[in-house]
Structure formats: structure tokens, C-alpha cells
């Protein structure tokens, strides 16, 4: 049984400047959270709220057993920088139809409830996914985020050294051109069709439209996978692998064509949809029909 974490390099190219992203990712997310959420299933928001590290040090300091949960426990560093503010979340995400049938034939009742924490310090985020009442130490998912102003060209923004930097296997999702499965295909999200009446932008109807397409910005992401269950390592870790990619791609299809939705939206806009989105999760939860992305097994 391989005992060392797996890591996975994602990159995903969008016609929109690094500035558009930060709010088109936001809106995009809250958007996506209410189509995922009915049925007792879906998204529970606990914190959401501003972060402000007072020195680069202070990750290393809340290590240990009153480690503060809200402060990182390394420091948020990407490209030769380090970011010490931003804002934390703090998710729930109730899956109780969205695992694979074999984790739910073994997990038991009520323990397939993930928590997402997030410290978006954009332009870089960190997000830690952990499964604290089953799993515990056994199993994560952290994604690494750099959103950076360039064709997805730049060789190791993540600065990963020895082993990891040799072993690296790149992905680029192409948001237009890469297959996408008929139950999560929609018109209204194709790329290739869609065109922007307020930017112009698309439709992304040319194969080598990322070597074209102005403005332009990459989403560098590094997902690393830790699942310690002997038997089902090797399974579990391919299905998130798998399941991410389906995410990432359909998630940023519906970036680029909700541009007229975000286009022109404030920072201020944003976290007025994000707390009127909290409340309308909670009731949808509680009393809506199951709804969203199922598992595919």
C-alpha cells in the first residue's frame, strides 16, 4: 500500500482578466451552491468572514491542541509571495447521493458530511477538505490556487521541489474543447455557443483558442489527495480524481457563460449574494427536492 499523498496539477485557461475572476468565481459559486442544495443534501455556510494574519508567523504559532481553526496551519504562499488576509469560509456539504455507491455501502449513516475551510486570499487560495467525524486524520483534499495573468504557460508557480516537481503529471482543462458528459452537458453552458453581449467575449468555437484569446488568466491549481483506507486507497483516490476534473470543468464552463450575470458586480455586490445565498441554502435543505450533481460511480 503507497503510503506517500498524491498530488495533481490542474490548469484552466479563461478569456477574463485576474481582477474579472475574483468576482465571477464568487458569484459563480454561490450560483452553483443553490443548484447543489435541496433535499436534506447540499451546502451549510457556518463562517464566512474576513481573515487578517499579523505576521507570517503566526500559522506556525497555532499548531498544536489550541490551534485557532480559522488561522492556516502553514503559511499561504504561492509564486515567490506570501499572503497574510483575505476571507475564510467555513462549509458543510451534506452527500449523502453524491459519494460513490461502494463508500456509501460501507460509510455509515450520518457520517458522509464533508467540511470544506477555505482562506481565499486571492490572487491565491487554499482550501482543506476533511471528513472530521468518520475519516479524521485518514483522509484530506487540499487545493492550492494561483490565479496568475498569462496563457497557463508558467512551469512551477506552486514552487514544488524533489520528487513532487518530478513526478508531476500537468493537466490544462480546455473549458470549450475537452469532452463533457450528456448528463452534465447544457446548452446554456457551452462555451462554443455562448457569447457575451456586454464584453463581446466568445463563442469559443476555435480549437486554439487559448493561444488567441485576449484578456486571458489561468487558475494554477494543485489538488492533493490523502485517503488511508486500506483496500480502497488506490479507488478513492482515483474517483476524486476524477470527480475533480469533472467539477473544475463544468464549474468554470458556467463562469464563462454567466459573464453578463457577474460582469460590471463590486466586491460589496458580491458578499450581499453571498449572505442572501446562506439563508436561501438553509431553507432549500431543509424543505427543497434533491437536486444537482450526482456521483457517477
Known amino acids: 500500500m503507497k503510503t506517500e499523498d498524491t498530488n495533481i496539477p490542474i490548469r484552466v485557461v479563461l478569456p477574463m482578466t485576474v481582477e474579472e475572476y475574483q468576482v465571477a468565481q464568487l458569484y459563480s459559486v454561490a450560483e452553483a451552491s443553490k443548484e447543489n442544495t435541496g433535499g436534506g443534501e447540499g451546502i451549510e455556510v457556518l463562517v464566512n ?4 494574519l499579523k505576521s507570517e508567523d503566526e500559522c506556525q504559532q497555532q499548531i498544536g491542541d489550541d490551534k485557532n481553526d480559522r488561522v492556516p496551519e502553514k503559511p499561504l504562499f504561492a509564486n515567490g509571495q506570501k499572503f497574510l488576509k483575505g476571507q475564510y469560509t467555513h462549509k458543510i ?14 460509510a455509515p449513516k450520518g457520517s458522509l458530511e464533508i467540511h470544506e475551510k477555505a482562506w481565499n486570499a486571492y490572487p491565491y487560495c487554499r482550501t482543506i477538505v476533511t471528513n472530521p467525524g468518520y475519516m479524521k486524520d485518514a483522509f484530506f483534499i487540499k487545493i492550492e490556487t494561483m490565479h496568475y495573468a498569462d496563457r497557463g504557460n508558467t512551469e512551477n508557480i506552486h514552487g514544488l521541489t524533489g520528487d513532487d516537481l518530478q513526478k508531476r503529471n500537468v493537466t490544462t482543462i480546455d473549458i470549450a474543447n475537452d469532452p463533457v458528459s450528456s448528463k452534465d452537458y447544457k446548452k446554456e453552458f457551452d462555451p462554443k455557443i455562448f457569447k457575451s453581449e456586454k464584453t463581446g467575449r466568445g463563442p469559443l468555437d476555435n480549437k486554439d483558442w487559448i493561444k488567441s484569446v485576449d484578456p ?12 488511508k483506507w486500506f483496500g480502497l486507497q488506490g479507488r478513492v483516490e482515483s474517483f476524486i480524481n476524477r470527480q475533480e ?23 460589496a455586490d458580491i458578499r450581499a449574494i453571498e449572505e442572501k445565498t446562506k439563508a436561501e441554502l438553509d431553507e432549500q435543505r431543509k424543505h427543497g427536492e434533491l437536486r444537482g450533481m450526482k456521483a457517477e460511480d
Open 245 to 267: 476534473h469533472r467539477l473544475f470543468t463544468t464549474f468554470h464552463r458556467q463562469v464563462f457563460c454567466w459573464t453578463d450575470k457577474w460582469h460590471g458586480m463590486t466586491m
Open 93 to 106: 456539504y451534506h452527500l449523502q447521493s453524491k459519494v460513490p455507491g461502494f463508500i456509501r455501502a460501507i
Open 49 to 52: 468572514e474576513p481573515f487578517e
Open 216 to 227: 486571458v488568466m489561468c487558475a494554477y491549481k494543485l489538488v492533493t489527495i490523502k485517503f
